[in-house]
């Protein structure tokens, strides 16, 4: 089974959607399915005003469309809202196609924090764009609601995994700052809400790991806290096992996959009570981490956690879960079509890994 995979998002980026994309890809090759990527890579861009990071596509709508036909996808999903999602949406609509879409940030307020367009505006956009496709995939329940109430239609659950023998506690690691060392690690912008963090009267150290626009003003306006730059991998692994506590400043990311990669290298969290932290850690039995108004308070208390706590809580997510999710969720967005029939027959005969 080949899924072609619309993404705006993608590599330079270091973000929650690229990362998401792919492990659930990797994770879908021992589950019978192929996931295939329509990116930014494949044709002329523009950087993104404000964020030269981002590449805005050049594509046109007859580009799109030979290149769905030239992978002949058994589904599509489109997974971000901008020119290649918007062209891919475009393109199946009118060739009668069904396909789902995710929706991964809360763009609505992203956009608000950089210009003056009224959230209702961007929302009344976005649930067109999505409720035009056979499921919308959101990652927590409390996103789930929160679109509910504004009207999207037909959402599914796809939730986020962890490579916890990547992210694990290092005892041995020491980074040379004063402890405790809390630390953010995630893209270095407005809507992130660093400033929030890096305002606060903490003892001990303030690291962050990213890259982006924000990041040269936040250097110069902080320049006690120490920045790492973009990380990944093994570097990145070894920066949260140092640390003490993960704060996560951010009022409008729908879960942050760096939860879970904190937690799993033994660092209880402290952020705001808001959609994303709320899911992630609300099913915990025992605390691993502290959701607070006061940001400086669920700091303090989150040192007083079990790292161990924390780690084993992380355990309970896998990204082998979350691509069956997906898989799931595009098979019921398709359930009347040939070939999710004839999936959903190979998988019930065990011909299909799903372990």
Same mark, same amino acid.
């Not at 995994?161 to 405790?180: C, I, Q, T, W």
């Not at 006690?224 to 991998?233: L, Q, T």
């Given at each position: ?32 399915a192929r996931l295939e990527f329509l990116t930014p890579q494949e044709f002329r861009t523009v950087p993104l005003p404000t964020y030269d990071e981002i590449r805005l596509s050049l594509a ?14 058994? &589904? ?22 069904? &396909? ?6 809360? &763009? ?43 009207? &999207? ?203």
């Amino acid at each position: 089974m080949r899924i072609l995979v619309a993404t705006d998002a993608w590599h330079p980026q270091i973000n929650g959607v690229v990362r998401s994309l792919e492990h659930t890809a990797s994770e879908a090759l021992h589950l019978g399915a192929r996931l295939e990527f329509l990116t930014p890579q494949e044709f002329r861009t523009v950087p993104l005003p404000t964020y030269d990071e981002i590449r805005l596509s050049l594509a046109t709508p007859r580009m799109i469309m030979r290149r769905i036909e030239a992978m002949q996808p058994d &589904f599509v999903h489109v997974a971000t809202e901008g020119p290649i999602g918007i062209l891919v949406r475009r393109a199946c609509i009118a060739t009668r196609r069904t &396909f789902t879409t995710s929706y991964h940030t809360k &763009f609505p307020e992203y956009l608000s924090a950089r210009a003056p367009v009224p959230e209702r505006l961007t929302y009344a956009w976005l649930r067109s764009f999505h409720n035009a496709g056979g499921g919308v995939m959101v990652a927590t329940a409390t996103l789930e609601r929160e679109l509910e109430a504004r009207g &999207f239609k037909r959402l599914m659950r796809w939730s986020r995994g962890v490579h916890a023998d990547l992210f694990r506690p290092r005892p041995e690691v020491d980074l040379g700052l004063p402890k405790p060392v809390f630390l953010f690690v995630g893209r270095v912008s407005v809507e992130k809400n660093i400033e929030a963090f890096l305002s606060l009267d903490l003892p001990g150290s303030k690291a962050v790991v990213g890259g982006g626009p924000a990041l040269a003003s936040l250097k110069a306006r902080f320049p006690d806290a120490h920045f790492f730059g973009p990380k990944e991998g093994e570097d990145l692994a070894r920066i949260y096992s140092g640390s003490n506590v993960f704060v996560f400043p951010s009022r409008t990311d729908t879960f942050g996959i760096v939860l879970l990669e904190a937690l799993a290298s033994g660092l209880p969290v402290a952020a705001y009570p808001v959609t994303g932290p709320m899911d992630v850690l609300g099913e915990a039995t025992e605390p691993v981490g502290v959701l607070d108004e006061d940001l400086r308070t669920a700091c303090l208390k989150a040192l007083e956690l079990s790292p161990q706590a924390a780690r084993d809580y992380a355990l309970r997510y896998s990204w082998r879960e979350c691509a069956k999710q997906f898989i799931d969720n595009v098979l019921i967005a398709h359930d009347f079509g040939p070939v999710a029939r004839r999936f959903r027959l190979l998988r019930r005969n065990r011909l299909i890994s799903v372990a």
